[in-house]
């Protein structure tokens, strides 16, 4: 059964998407098969991975309402081995639809399920914000990647989610830790990075990545090209950065 993580943080502007595409990409370079749910309606992760959903796409959106299967949404993207479920606009009004559903919490949970086994790392990239959405992808998940940017408010908002995460686990999904905190966006030049890099280093310890993911242009562009860095420029720092996040992960 395949390992299903979400990366989740409620601060926009962290690096989420980034992570997720590109840690499951470098994944897949690591001779694994990796999917990525995109369960953020910006679909940011889907069009970072050459996918645009139209009208006649099957989506998460779709997963979520029981109209279709994970298995009927997925994608294939490159690298080979890479697929992707894709978001669409239609889920901005999935927090109000699932309200009176039965089993809102559990419907993202059952719909993997059913896939678990045909891949080696499930990868979820959840918008930023705690509705019901994010919710089902927590449920659904084992453990929580949380991308932290070097910048003066990186603790800001941590706090809630933790809290979010202990309750999931509590009520919902006894099964759900944090596999760790990602320092992105670092820059070793500025005293700021690397006074927050120590300070949440000192705050969270071993749950903190040795991995450190650096700011880079080269992983700010990859996205306009509907590709991941480690094909858009393997020898950049931003794509070393990520490969080494797949070796730490998967140890």
């Known amino acids: ?99 009176n559903m039965e089993q809102r919490e559990m419907r993202l949970r059952e719909a993997i399920k059913l896939v678990a086994d045909d891949y080696d790392y499930i990868i979820m990239d959840c918008p930023p914000s705690l509705g019901l959405v994010t919710l089902n992808a927590l449920v659904s998940a084992e453990s929580v990647i949380i991308p932290m940017q070097c910048e003066y408010y990186a603790l800001e908002g941590l706090g809630r989610l933790l809290h979010t995460i202990k309750r999931v686990k509590r009520h919902l999904n006894p099964h759900l830790g944090v596999e760790g905190i990602l320092l992105t966006m670092y820059d070793g030049r500025n005293n700021l990075s690397r006074q927050v890099a120590a300070e949440v280093k000192r705050h969270f310890g071993d749950k903190v990545f040795d991995t450190v993911i650096p700011r880079n242009v080269r992983l700010s562009e990859a996205p306009s090209h509907g590709m991941p860095v480690v094909l858009y420029d393997a020898r950049s720092t931003g794509a070393r950065g990520y490969l080494q996040m797949a070796q730490e992960l998967t140890g």
């Open 1 to 99: 059964m395949g390992k299903i993580i979400c990366v989740a943080n409620q601060k926009g502007g962290v690096g989420k998407t980034t992570t997720a595409v590109n840690l499951a990409a470098s994944l897949v370079l690591s001779d694994r098969r990796v999917l990525v749910v995109d369960v953020d309606p910006q679909a940011n992760a889907s069009s970072g991975l050459g996918i645009r959903a139209d009208d006649s796409t099957i989506t998460t959106y779709h997963v979520l309402m029981g109209s279709a299967t994970v298995a009927e949404a997925a994608q294939p993207v490159s690298p080979e081995g890479l697929f992707v479920v894709p978001a669409s606009k239609d889920l901005v009004g999935a927090d109000l639809e699932l309200v």
